[in-house]
Every structure is written in structure tokens, then in C-alpha cells.
């Protein structure tokens, strides 16, 4: 599931927040399990079978999977990619939650499962370079040391 710089920066359109969670358990279930059942992935998001079919449904209408009941859930080529981009935005987004602005890794995670529905790819490309050159420059440790106290001192 390997996708060049640009095709990642692109946020896919026409697409559900909620769909474009579905795709990426569908795509987690896969790269664990070798598979991805409807029973696994209502258990994973801890949802009811009918949701899971009706997703499903729309997602193989809209041509990003191939799902039949009773069978293993497929990404077509534009589910995979969907999948791939969603991935790497939370990523992404993640990172900087916790790198950058210091949040704990059950707040990131949180704030960018949210995030990664609405920030495009160039977004959060720009925000992984951001997080690359506070974290990792040399020259930045003044800024990151600032940053951190802050942090430390802010009311919650």
C-alpha cells in the first residue's frame, strides 16, 4: 500500500467521515488478519451488524470495496488508496498532537480521529515538516524547551 508523497496529500472527496473510518478498519483488519469479515469489523468498531452492512453497502456502491455476504471484504484499488490516505493523515496528525503540542497519547489519538476527516493531505503534509523541523532540528531545541514550559504551565 505504498503511495508517493503527492498522491497522499490528496484528501479524497465524496466520501463519509464515517466511511472513511470503515475503510480504514477494513484495511487494518487486512494488514493484521489477512482478512476482513462484516463480524470483525462491527466488533472492532464496536458497532451493530446492520450498520456494518449498510456501510458496507454504500462503500461497494461507491466502488471502494468488493463485499459479498458471507464472504471476506475487498479493497479495490481506490479503497486501498482511500484507506492509505486516511491512515497516514491520523498519522500524521497524531504526531503532532503528541511531538508538537505535547497532548498525551490517548488525547491525540482522540483529537485525530477527529482531525483526519476534515484536514487535507497538503495540511498535513505541512504539519509533519512543522513537527520534523521543531522535534528533530538542530537550532530548535531553544523553541522546543519554550514550548514545553508552556505547556507544563497552562490550566487545563
Not at 55 to 68: C, T
Not at 80 to 104: D, G, I, N, P, T
Not at 136 to 156: A, I, K, P, T
Request: with cysteine.
Amino acid at each position: 500500500m505504498s503511495q508517493s508523497r503527492e498522491s497522499r496529500t490528496m484528501k479524497p472527496e465524496g466520501i463519509s467521515a464515517s466511511l472513511e473510518d470503515y475503510l480504514e478498519t477494513i484495511a487494518e483488519l487486512i494488514q493484521t488478519h489477512g482478512h476482513a469479515h462484516a463480524k470483525s469489523i462491527a466488533e472492532k468498531r464496536k458497532v451493530k451488524m446492520p450498520s456494518v452492512t449498510s456501510a458496507l453497502g454504500a462503500l461497494a456502491k461507491a466502488g471502494h470495496i468488493r463485499y459479498q455476504p458471507n464472504f471476506p471484504v475487498k479493497l479495490t484499488s481506490s479503497g486501498e488508496k482511500m484507506a492509505e490516505q486516511v491512515a497516514w493523515r491520523h498519522q500524521v496528525l497524531e504526531e503532532f498532537l503528541r511531538e508538537v503540542l505535547m497532548l498525551s497519547r490517548k488525547e491525540a489519538e482522540k483529537y485525530a480521529c477527529i482531525m483526519e476527516h476534515v484536514v487535507s493531505g497538503r495540511l498535513a503534509a505541512r504539519l509533519g515538516i512543522l513537527r520534523d523541523a521543531i522535534c528533530h532540528r538542530y537550532g530548535c531545541g531553544e523553541l522546543r524547551e519554550h514550548l514545553f514550559r508552556l505547556f507544563q504551565s497552562e490550566v487545563n
